[in-house]
DNA sequence: CGTCCAGGTCTAC
DNA sequence: GGTAGACCTGGACGC
């Protein structure tokens, strides 16, 4: 990946063993710079979160005691904005659009994400016809306005911000473009794990897993409404516990 | 070729 | 507060 820190861009290999999450720089790094990073690459892995709350609640749960093993953890971009900007490109769109459209962002950006300030400055042609991203061309562009002049602090949004959880997602939704999946899916990538993201992949999915019929969304936060302030982390745990197979069991 | 819909949201009732 | 219609795009699918 690379990531953005001042006016450079730092390209860096990740890799992982057990236990170990090695970042690796194509040529040395100053000092400060290491800091730098060490510090955004813990935030990106959540790797100062703690769940201990969380697993002591899933403890002697049939379905998700498996997660007490260290699972929990969302990768998270380097600031708020950029996990903003990536949900509000999933949202009514194929995986492929949303890809397109990131990767067009990040192109023109010279290869790592655009700072608010870029994204409000480029033409809205370019989310036209480049990023091809519809209709959500205004709603980028008038998110990085509002990011990039200072109205407004998504940086604030994390839990060191102060605010309850109820603030959080009415800001969220007062963003145009974001709506109950997105402001969901952020406030999990900020920590925030109350809500469930419900959308037209979990809620399949939960079928699936479950053996129903049917649910609708009232009940499935329902079923999930005993784990409290953990309900939407615990109803993503329950849906993408087959990943771990998948990645080869590495916690 | 047309219709549907994908990790939804907004507006207007 | 709840719901129909519109909305960019492109890939999947039926005809």
């Known amino acids: 990946m690379t990531l953005r820190i001042g006016d450079e861009t730092v390209p860096l290999q990740l890799s992982n063993g057990r236990d170990v999450l090695e970042v ?3 040529k040395k790094l100053p000092r400060s710079m290491v800091t730098r990073v060490t510090g955004i690459v813990r935030r990106m892995f959540c790797l100062d979160d703690d769940y201990g709350t969380f697993y002591a609640a ?17 990768l998270r971009s380097p600031t708020v ?6 949900t509000l490109c999933t ?12 990767a067009a962002l990040v192109a023109q950006a010279g290869g790592a994400f655009p700072t608010p300030a870029r994204m409000a400055e480029l033409p809205s042609r370019f989310y036209r016809d480049v990023a091809r991203a519809g209709y959500r061309g205004a709603y980028l562009r008038d998110l ?12 604030r949004l994390l839990p060191a911000g102060g605010l ?6 009415e800001r969220l939704l007062s963003i145009d473009g974001i709506g109950p999946y997105a402001a969901a899916h952020v406030m999990m990538l900020l920590g925030r794990h109350g809500s469930l993201i419900l959308d037209s992949w979990t809620r399949p999915t939960y079928l699936r897993r479950s053996g129903s019929k049917r649910a609708s969304d009232r ?11 953990f309900a939407g982390l615990a109803f993503w745990l329950f849906l993408t516990h087959d990943w771990l197979e998948e990645e080869g069991g590495n916690l």
């Open 144 to 155: 990085a306005g509002d990011v990039a002049s200072g109205r407004l602090d998504l940086e």
């Open 24 to 26: 690796r720089a194509a």
């Open 219 to 229: 009940t499935i936060e329902r079923r999930f409404a005993r784990f409290g302030a």
């Open 58 to 74: 899933i403890a002697r749960d049939p379905q998700l005691a498996w997660a007490t093993a260290g699972a929990g953890r969302m």
């Open 164 to 169: 309850r959880d109820d603030e959080v997602r």
């Open 81 to 86: 904005f950029e996990d903003v900007v990536k």
């Open 91 to 102: 949202t009514n769109c194929a995986w492929s659009g949303t890809q397109r459209m990131i």
